[in-house]
């Protein structure tokens, strides 16, 4: 009997430790999380989706900002900027009335045609396509044999053909990547779709219809909040919003985008908040293009008066906080937070004010196992609240 009832309460043990380990420790030691509004504003940007710099998600995540920036009494201003980015806004190629998944190359224009879909034979070298009658015709072209997907290209274009599409030398898909635009709609299906058009259309005559849309530039939009008429802060507190393809960006950075949100409300009423802008920074996964676009429009006497640029990055996991400080900040952190670290670890918007003589301060928390994969959707709402509360302390103390 008391063999049999331990047995009962090691499997209540184990219950209730599998239930603490995929809720989070957190839900444990602070069981009013769903209140937490750091915790909040994190799960509400990874309700969202992907993030992508360009797309309708990160607009929607500028306007949640927006909105809760003007809630705690700032005013906000959109800053945007262009940058070269493809995106592939459907593309789709029917065969025969079957429609077969496919995907644009990047670089390949638009376009919307019909045609012959002719086989070329081997890799498509300029006699493979004499081989054949490519006049107003798409080409169906196999990936490899030691030519670029641009010789192809121009070999098809030369041959006279109007569409083309590559057949992987894989089983699955690939996005296939132009060096140069492509002066007619390119596409890649997956060596098992590929394979199969291949013979039949050896054997008869298939009609395709190829559609190819993408855009060939991002619109990006960088949130600015102040409090009215700070025209010249002291002060940038700043963390980037957008994520990478196909993954929430839970850690990667809703986490230091809650932050951020965090200390300008706790700060809203405050003196400190006249010396400072608070910047939601987009674009910085295609190459800090948020900062880079701010740091170029902002002037050099602007960039001159200001005392740093403090930047979060993925402070929503792991225990140890560590702060990467340059020029005069790296003294004033060490005054009041101890280990403060010069390791120039991971490419963020700090570094776009580095290069303009700007003193940084770097909140992060090292390597993610979930880093730039569907898994990152976890944060934990300590680590959010205790970045919040030592970032504070070393605001009060730079502002003083
Ligand atoms: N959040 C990362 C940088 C990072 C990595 C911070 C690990 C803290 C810990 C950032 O979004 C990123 O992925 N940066 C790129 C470079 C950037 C210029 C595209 C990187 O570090 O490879
Ligand atoms: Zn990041």
């Given at each position: 009997?008391?063999?049999?009832?331990?047995?009962?309460?090691?499997?209540?043990?184990?219950?209730?430790?599998?239930?603490?380990?995929?809720?989070?420790?957190?839900?444990?030691?602070?069981?009013?999380?769903?209140?937490?509004?750091?915790?909040?504003?994190?799960?509400?940007?990874?309700?969202?989706?992907?993030?992508?710099?360009?797309?309708?998600?990160?607009?929607?995540?500028?306007?949640?900002?927006?909105?809760?920036?003007?809630?705690?009494?700032?005013?906000?201003?959109?800053?945007?900027?262009?940058?070269?980015?493809?995106?592939?806004?459907?593309?789709?190629?029917?065969?025969?009335?079957?429609?077969?998944?496919?995907?644009?190359?990047?670089?390949?224009?638009?376009?919307?045609?019909?045609?012959?879909?002719?086989?070329?034979?081997?890799?498509?070298?300029?006699?493979?396509?004499?081989?054949?009658?490519?006049?107003?015709?798409?080409?169906?072209?196999?990936?490899?044999?030691?030519?670029?997907?641009?010789?192809?290209?121009?070999?098809?274009?030369?041959?006279?053909?109007?569409?083309?599409?590559?057949?992987?030398?894989?089983?699955?898909?690939?996005?296939?990547?132009?060096?140069?635009?492509?002066?007619?709609?390119?596409?890649?299906?997956?060596?098992?779709?590929?394979?199969?058009?291949?013979?039949?259309?050896?054997?008869?005559?298939?009609?395709?219809?190829?559609?190819?849309?993408?855009?060939?530039?991002?619109?990006?939009?960088?949130?600015?909040?102040?409090?009215?008429?700070?025209?010249?802060?002291?002060?940038?507190i700043?963390?980037?919003?957008?994520?990478?393809?196909?993954?929430?960006?839970?850690?990667?950075?809703?986490?230091?985008?809650?932050v951020l949100?965090g200390l300008a409300r706790q700060l809203?009423?405050s003196?400190e908040?006249?010396?400072i802008?608070?910047?939601?920074?987009?674009?910085?996964?295609?190459?800090?293009?948020?900062?880079?676009?701010?740091?170029?429009?902002?002037?050099?006497?602007?960039?001159?008066?200001?005392?740093?640029?403090i930047?979060?990055?993925?402070?929503?996991?792991?225990?140890?906080?560590?702060?990467?400080?340059?020029?005069?900040?790296?003294?004033?952190?060490?005054?009041t937070s101890?280990?403060?670290?010069?390791?120039?670890?991971?490419?963020?918007?700090?570094?776009?004010?580095?290069?303009?003589?700007?003193?940084?301060?770097?909140f992060?928390?090292?390597?993610?196992?979930?880093?730039?994969?569907?898994?990152?959707?976890?944060?934990?709402?300590?680590?959010?609240r205790e970045t919040q509360q030592k970032a504070y302390k070393i605001v009060s103390q730079l502002l003083?």
């Amino acid at each position: 009997m008391a063999f049999r009832l331990n047995r009962v309460l090691l499997n209540i043990g184990m219950a209730i430790l599998t239930i603490a380990l995929s809720l989070g420790w957190a839900s444990l030691t602070h069981p009013n999380f769903a209140a937490d509004p750091l915790y909040a504003d994190a799960q509400t940007l990874v309700s969202f989706g992907a993030r992508v710099a360009g797309s309708p998600n990160v607009e929607r995540a500028s306007e949640f900002l927006i909105n809760e920036y003007r809630k705690a009494g700032y005013q906000v201003e959109v800053q945007t900027f262009n940058y070269p980015k493809f995106f592939d806004l459907g593309s789709k190629l029917i065969v025969n009335q079957t429609s077969i998944e496919a995907l644009a190359m990047v670089r390949s224009i638009s376009g919307n045609l019909s045609g012959k879909l002719v086989a070329v034979p081997n890799f498509g070298k300029p006699e493979d396509f004499q081989a054949v009658n490519m006049k107003g015709a798409i080409a169906l072209v196999k990936r490899g044999g030691g030519l670029q997907f641009n010789q192809k290209i121009d070999n098809a274009v030369a041959a006279g053909a109007i569409g083309i599409v590559i057949v992987n030398n894989q089983p699955e898909n690939v996005r296939g990547m132009l060096m140069e635009a492509s002066p007619i709609p390119a596409i890649a299906i997956s060596g098992k779709d590929g394979d199969s058009l291949f013979e039949q259309a050896q054997k008869t005559e298939l009609r395709a219809t190829l559609t190819v849309q993408t855009r060939p530039d991002a619109i990006g939009r960088n949130v600015i909040a102040h409090l009215p008429n700070v025209k010249q802060p002291k002060l940038i507190i700043g963390g980037h919003y957008d994520s990478v393809e196909n993954s929430p960006g839970a850690n990667d950075n809703a986490s230091g985008t809650a932050v951020l949100l965090g200390l300008a409300r706790q700060l809203a009423k405050s003196p400190e908040a006249q010396q400072i802008w608070f910047m939601a920074f987009d674009g910085e996964e295609d190459g800090l293009k948020g900062s880079e676009a701010f740091v170029n429009q902002a002037g050099s006497k602007f960039l001159a008066n200001l005392k740093g640029m403090i930047n979060f990055d993925m402070v929503g996991v792991n225990s140890r906080l560590l702060i990467d400080g340059s020029g005069a900040l790296s003294a004033i952190a060490k005054s009041t937070s101890g280990d403060v670290r010069s390791s120039r670890f991971g490419g963020s918007d700090h570094i776009s004010f580095g290069m303009r003589e700007v003193p940084t301060l770097f909140f992060f928390r090292g390597k993610d196992p979930n880093y730039h994969s569907p898994g990152d959707k976890i944060v934990d709402p300590r680590l959010l609240r205790e970045t919040q509360q030592k970032a504070y302390k070393i605001v009060s103390q730079l502002l003083k």
